[in-house]
T-cell receptor
């Protein structure tokens, strides 16, 4: 158990809908990362937050957005869903931005199926 | 971040050491070598990281060549539960750097009885 929790574990929804994925980082971790893993693309970084502020963006679509709240939990919002958005979505957390002990701890993921 | 090259797949007998190689010939002086693994659609799991010295923890050992252009992850006594995709990632740890990990395709390690 990494200490990172994600809900829900599974989500099935229809095209055009909007969903919210939730992540609670490990206690004491200030950074939260979101990754997407699809069969054809592998693990892709989406976005990073550090202590409530957006820190880095990766291959995140405009239809997707995220935020990190004062209690440090994070939500990833996916809207106007398409079939191609079906994937595993992982959240990871780390103590800070850089330095020794920088390893990221990943949650169990949310499996999103768009039908 | 430097690119890495790993074999697509490897087999290992249960109880034997698994040696997973990684080439990172363009690594720069401030970049660390990280290893993660992913067991069948679970979240990736941190294994170990190092800069230039060899490192060991309860999970594995990391051997980095003197020129730092390649490294080897060693699982000393592989078990069936070590069957996973192993990712070698190179990145820096500077305070101003972005934190995201760039995953390649990794090495699919199959531990066989």
């Amino acid at each position: 158990d990494s200490g990172v929790t994600q809900t829900p574990k599974h989500l099935i929804t229809a095209t055009g809908q909007r969903v919210t994925l939730r992540c609670s980082p490990r206690s004491g971790d200030l950074s939260v990362y979101w990754y997407q893993q699809s069969l054809d693309q592998g693990l892709q970084f989406l976005i990073q937050y550090y202590n409530g502020e957006e820190r880095a963006k990766g291959n995140i679509l405009e239809r997707f957005s995220a935020q990190q709240f004062p209690d440090l939990h994070s939500e990833l919002n996916l809207s106007s869903l398409e079939l191609g958005d079906s994937a595993l979505y992982f959240c990871a957390s780390s103590v800070g931005l850089a330095g020794t002990g920088y390893e990221q701890y990943f949650g169990p993921g949310t499996r999103l199926t768009v039908t | 971040d430097a690119k890495t090259t790993q074999p697509t797949s490897m087999d290992c007998a249960e109880g034997r050491a698994a040696n997973l190689p990684c080439n990172h010939s363009t690594i720069s002086g401030n970049e660390y070598v990280y290893w993660y693994r992913q067991i069948h659609s679970q979240g990736p799991q941190y294994i170990i990281h190092g800069l230039k010295n060899n490192e060991t923890n309860e999970m594995a050992s990391l051997i980095i060549t003197e020129d730092r252009k390649s490294s080897t992850l060693i699982l000393p006594h592989a078990t069936l539960r070590d069957t996973a995709v192993y990712y070698c990632i190179v990145r820096d740890n500077y305070g101003g750097s972005q934190g995201n990990l760039i995953f390649g395709k990794g090495t699919k390690l199959s531990v066989k009885p």
